[in-house]
């Protein structure tokens, strides 16, 4: 069985793979979470060589990070097209439909990944599964609207419990809630996507669909690779 360390090496290598497709003068959008981590880190190293690019960071945390390796951030008002983002997944099936938002980053994820034109995921062997459902979906949600959406996901047959940090509610970047949602199974993504996109106070959910053109994915020693 696989230890937490042989899954960090196959994110490091699913990192160095995508890193390789950093050319000078992109814009670069910078993931969140413990995957995307590891391409920040091997980014920092080629700056060090002489890589020049500016970044657009999805959580303040990404943006922290980034500022440690003196990679340049810019801000996402001031451009309009990101040439290529790494970014991570909690899950992910063989029709590349992700659930990301484990981080909380998700809406800002979303945004970045829809502004890219080559959006890359890394992620370690765990992460390949043939039905979603495993890992919670993450919701992100209006605080004042968060019982009402809740209610709406029980109505949408899953269960739900509000994400908490030191005893208080977590707060994304935006101030919003994250609930956790439960759903078992997901056989149809794309259907309960919607569903979610239609309940009023949701600002984003972890269903990522048709935001992806390629997933390497950390194997042993090696990488794979999974495309549309």
Do not use: C, W
């Not at 500016?54 to 990070?65: D, I, N």
């Not at 209006?142 to 739900?160: E, H, L």
């Amino acid at each position: 069985m696989k230890t937490k360390s042989d899954f960090d090496k196959e994110k490091q290598l699913a990192a160095k793979e995508a890193v390789k497709l950093i050319r000078d003068n992109m814009i670069v959008g910078l993931g969140t979470g413990s995957t995307a981590y590891y391409a920040i880190i091997e980014i920092g190293e080629r700056i060090k060589e002489g890589l020049k690019i500016k970044a657009v960071a999805t959580s303040k945390e990404t943006e922290r990070l980034a500022v440690s390796l003196n990679i340049e951030l810019i801000d996402i008002k001031n451009i309009d097209v990101i040439d290529i983002t790494i970014d991570g997944a909690d899950e992910f099936n063989s029709d590349l439909i992700m659930i990301k938002g484990g981080g909380g980053a998700l809406f800002r994820e979303k945004i970045v990944l829809s502004l890219t034109r080559k959006k890359i995921i890394i992620s370690d062997s765990s992460k390949k599964v043939e039905i979603l459902g495993k890992f919670k979906v993450p919701i992100e949600a209006v605080p004042f609207a968060s019982s009402y959406v809740m209610k709406q996901i029980t109505i949408a047959g899953g269960s739900s419990k509000l994400r908490m940090k030191e005893g208080r509610e977590f707060l994304t970047d935006q101030g919003n809630y994250i609930i956790d949602a439960d759903f078992g199974p997901i056989n149809d993504p794309e259907t309960l996507a919607m569903t979610l996109n239609n309940i009023e106070g949701v600002l984003a959910h972890g269903l990522f669909i048709g935001l992806v053109d390629q997933i390497i994915m950390g194997h042993g020693d090696t990488t794979k690779i999974f495309e549309k």
